[in-house]
């Protein structure tokens, strides 16, 4: 089993639709959580960190359940500017080991 | 403007020719790592380094060396390259100390080998 796993996707969707994405991880003793984007093979960016109550920015909220080993990331009023893979990443404790899932594709078409 | 680079940006290359594909960062940044994307499989850690000659493995180190003898480079050594390291590649790096830290990511590198 992979330490974090996604969604295989991909997910088409038009503009403006609200699209979730889900992410579980193994490791019980994970410490930090990220959500990243990557456009196109190109490196990846920092979208968002994911705290434990919860956070936002602007159309994106991030959400991290403890207990269920489960992070989400959900999009709302999707733009085509969106189209990219989110990678949900976890961090040991210590914070050294950096583990990427393989990532969500997402289309957003007009 | 703050960055990470690596060089080279595109290599061919041939089994066991040795390689090495450079990382430079500008931010003072202690923490640097090393990433293989395959298709279907993300991101993988090959090695990281908390600081100037402190490395250790991270999931797929085999057939890679790493060192770190000054802070703002970490070149990635490939001794006898092989047809499944073919990959792109990513160099990163972040400070250290806080939880939620950022990896600012390089451009990549995209290496086959034949």
């Known amino acids: 089993r992979k330490e974090v796993e996604q969604d295989p996707g991909p997910f088409n969707v038009p503009e403006g639709a609200t699209v979730a994405f889900n992410c579980t991880y193994s490791?019980?003793?994970?410490?930090?959580f990220f959500w990243y984007r990557q456009d196109c093979r190109k490196e990846p960016k920092l979208l968002m960190s994911?705290?434990?109550s919860g956070n936002e920015d602007g159309r994106f909220t991030a959400q991290l359940n403890r207990a269920s080993q489960y992070i989400s990331l959900l999009i709302r009023d999707s733009k085509l500017s969106d189209s990219a893979t989110y990678l949900c990443?976890?961090?040991?404790?210590?914070?050294?080991?950096?583990?990427f899932g393989a990532g969500t594709r997402l289309f957003v078409k007009a | 403007e703050a960055q990470v680079t690596q060089n080279p940006r595109y290599l061919i290359t041939v089994t066991g020719k040795k390689l090495t594909v450079t990382c430079s960062q500008n931010?003072?940044?202690?923490?640097m790592s090393w990433y293989r994307q395959d298709p279907g499989l993300g991101l993988r850690q090959i090695y990281y380094?908390?600081?100037?000659?402190?490395?250790d493995k991270g999931d797929v180190p085999e057939g890679y060396k790493v060192s770190r003898k000054e802070k703002r480079n970490f070149p990635l050594i490939l001794e006898s390259p092989s047809p499944n390291q073919t990959s792109l590649y990513f160099c990163?790096?972040?400070?250290?100390?806080?939880?939620?830290?950022?990896?600012?990511f390089g451009p990549g590198t995209r290496l086959t080998v034949l």
């Open positions: 994911v705290y434990s």
């Open positions: 490791n019980s003793a994970s410490q930090s």
């Open positions: 380094s908390m600081n100037v000659e402190v490395t």
């Open positions: 990163a790096s972040s400070v250290v100390g806080e939880r939620y830290n950022e990896q600012f």
């Open positions: 931010m003072n940044h202690e923490y």
């Open positions: 990443v976890v961090k040991n404790t210590g914070g050294f080991k950096t583990i």
